[in-house]
């Protein structure tokens, strides 16, 4: 077993004590239900006034703090708005279906009074620096307020592992990926190029991450928009059946269509769940690190615009491209591509996608915890290959979670540098190729960015269309690793204090570089583990100071009554 194939594994496990463990999205979503009931559906009484504080009616120039109320939210978005609304939304569908659009949507609803919650606590508990700029976030409250330094600091450490594991290595795989298919530009020259453009963004702090972000943002959201609304009208019959497929199979899970095997009303429930979490980061803690940087003297002010960031990210963007996603029909067919290594199975026996026997016993081999229950079992022998193509029979290959067809197995010529196919016989052990430098290529379902260009080409822009996402993604994912640059320095000032910010910064460009060329597979999964290792400590600590909250929320009308809120 490789070291890629170790890491892998060793991901998974970790993966089925958090973000795949039964209990997280009920922990999860019960929490944003708690606050929704116990404040009183604070996203909807109180959407009307996040958008009058943003707009700056109540801001006064001599305001404790470093950024405006619309920059530290652009900030914020710019840290939320990335991968997770352009590729993770594609992973829901391409694993859960449909249905894990709801719980999407059911995540973002909820979310909003949670990351009111969490950006509330953290703006009233935190601190100033020694260079004068404002820190807070989670660990300040946990340890100001709670006196559980102990639980900051885990929640600090989180924070650094979780910013490369969500801000940092998915977004530039992603854009690497995106680059390549669309403008066949080597990974590595796109991730030493961003790497060194992050690297003049962030060195400026918090002040310059705000001015490109406020600058950004509300472009790279106008583009994507625009571009989201002419693949959805120009497939405008396939509107209404999108939505009908998302809630239609809400309670039981989403049925087996084209090459889609289908999935479990829990698996798409996780991964719903999982993914929005992901992308709006409500719970997560990331946000209110942010926002503690605004200028305000009410804590439940900067709390209250916070909620605009699951509706703008979630509601609208998700939204609009799984509406993509869905309408043009692409998550449900077979393409042409390269098989990443870990998206390949080669399981023992002939199976079909074609009877409904066949696909029950393959999705139940593909989701994790009803693998043991199904009659699919790993493959190991002997392949035999002539001109590329197998000529023996006893397997079947799945990649992408889907029946692989017309495969060729090619092996690149070392003088030529040109793919050459194989004539030979080719050892496959427990499922995997023993060799893995062969490089496998056939039609299969596709995920993450990929599916999502190619689903933006199937409107008015034609083939045109790959280059909205190619831009949305590179200008989305860059502004995610600037802001989560940002909330891994704050979280090494609490842990080491200044002298290790330089020391953080350097190793988090160098590894922007560096996972421009890593297994996209494997960068996903340890998104996955980190984002849930920053969440748990985060939700206990909100939960603990759920008095503390209502009273802020409480003075904030007062104070607001006495027109002394700002």
Same mark, same amino acid.
């Given at each position: 077993m490789d070291i890629i194939e170790t890491i892998k594994n060793g991901l998974d496990f970790l993966d089925g004590f958090l973000g795949s463990a039964d209990y997280f999205p009920y922990l999860l979503i019960g929490v944003g239900l708690f606050f929704t009931i116990y404040l009183g559906f604070p996203q909807v009484r109180y959407f009307g006034q996040a958008v009058r504080i943003v707009k700056g009616?109540?801001?006064?120039?001599?305001?404790?703090?470093?950024?405006?109320?619309?920059?530290?939210?652009?900030?914020?978005?710019?840290?939320t708005v990335g991968t997770g609304n352009i590729g993770g939304v594609a992973l829901a569908i391409w694993i859960g279906g449909p249905a894990a659009i709801f719980w999407m949507w059911v995540t973002a609803f909820l979310g909003m009074t949670t990351k009111f919650v969490e950006v509330t606590l953290s703006h009233k508990y935190r601190e100033k620096t020694e260079d004068g700029t404002m820190a807070g976030g989670p660990m300040y409250y946990m340890e100001n307020k709670l006196n559980m330094k102990w639980l900051g600091i885990i929640f600090a450490?989180?924070?650094?592992?979780?910013?490369?594991?969500?801000?940092?290595?998915?977004?530039?795989?992603?854009?690497?990926?995106?680059?390549? =298919? %669309?403008?066949?530009?080597?990974?590595?020259?796109?991730? #030493?190029? &961003?790497?060194?453009?992050?690297?003049m963004v962030i060195i400026g702090g918090i002040k310059r991450i705000a001015k490109v972000a406020e600058r950004v943002v509300p472009f790279m959201a106008a583009l994507y928009v625009i571009g989201a609304l002419l693949v959805i009208f120009y497939n405008y019959e396939n509107i209404i059946p999108s939505f009908s497929a998302i809630i239609g199979s809400v309670f039981s899970g989403s049925s087996a269509v084209g090459g889609f095997?289908?999935?479990?009303?829990?698996?798409?429930?996780?991964?719903?769940?999982?993914?929005?979490?992901?992308?709006?980061?409500?719970g997560q803690g990331s946000a209110a690190i942010a926002h503690s940087a605004a200028k305000g003297k009410e804590p439940a002010s900067e709390g209250m615009v916070s909620l605009l960031e699951?509706?703008? =990210? %979630?509601?609208?963007?998700?939204?609009?491209?799984?509406? #993509?996603? &869905?309408?043009?029909?692409?998550?449900?067919?077979?393409h042409q591509n390269t098989f990443d290594r870990t998206d390949m199975k080669f399981v023992a026996g002939d199976w079909t996608d074609q009877n409904s026997e066949d696909i029950e016993q393959l999705r139940l081999y593909l989701e994790p915890k009803s693998k043991d229950s199904s009659e699919v079992k790993p493959f190991s022998g002997s392949i035999s290959l002539q001109d590329g193509e197998a000529i023996s029979d006893g397997y079947t290959?799945?990649?992408?979670?889907?029946?692989?067809?017309?495969?060729?197995?090619?092996?690149?010529?070392?003088k030529t540098e040109q793919l050459s196919p194989i004539t030979g016989?080719?050892?496959?052990?427990?499922?995997?190729l023993e060799n893995q430098d062969i490089i496998v290529q056939g039609k299969s379902l596709i995920h993450s960015a990929s599916l999502t260009a190619e689903a933006f080409t199937r409107g008015f822009m034609g083939e045109h269309g790959k280059y909205i996402v190619s831009i949305g993604l590179l200008l989305f994912a860059f502004t995610t690793a600037i802001a989560w640059s940002y909330y891994g320095d704050r979280a090494v000032i609490y842990l080491f204090g200044h002298k290790g910010v330089m020391v953080y910064r350097v190793v988090y460009v160098v590894m922007f570089a560096v996972a421009a060329v890593i297994d996209t597979t494997v960068v996903w999964k340890l998104a996955s583990v980190a984002i849930v290792m920053m969440t748990l400590p985060n939700l206990l600590g909100i939960m603990?100071?759920?008095?503390?909250?209502?009273?802020?929320?409480?003075?904030?009308?007062?104070?607001?009554?006495?027109g002394d809120a700002h």
């Open positions: 009616k109540y801001s006064k120039k001599d305001d404790p703090g470093d950024t405006s109320h619309f920059a530290a939210l652009s900030t914020a978005l710019s840290g450490i989180a924070t650094i592992i979780s910013s490369f594991g969500t801000g940092n290595m998915p977004q530039i795989n992603n854009i690497a990926q995106v680059m390549n =298919d %669309t403008f066949s530009l080597p990974n590595w020259i796109t991730g #030493v190029g &961003l790497a060194i453009l992050l690297a095997l289908g999935a479990s009303f829990a698996y798409a429930m996780q991964r719903g769940v999982n993914r929005g979490l992901f992308s709006n980061e409500a699951p509706f703008i =990210d %979630t509601l609208i963007i998700c939204t609009l491209t799984a509406l #993509v996603i &869905l309408s043009s029909g692409v998550w449900k067919d077979k290959l799945l990649n992408a979670n889907s029946v692989a067809e017309e495969v060729t197995y090619m092996e690149l010529d070392t016989v080719i050892t496959v052990k427990n499922g995997s603990l100071l759920h008095k503390d909250m209502k009273q802020t929320v409480k003075q904030y009308w007062d104070d607001f009554r006495k």
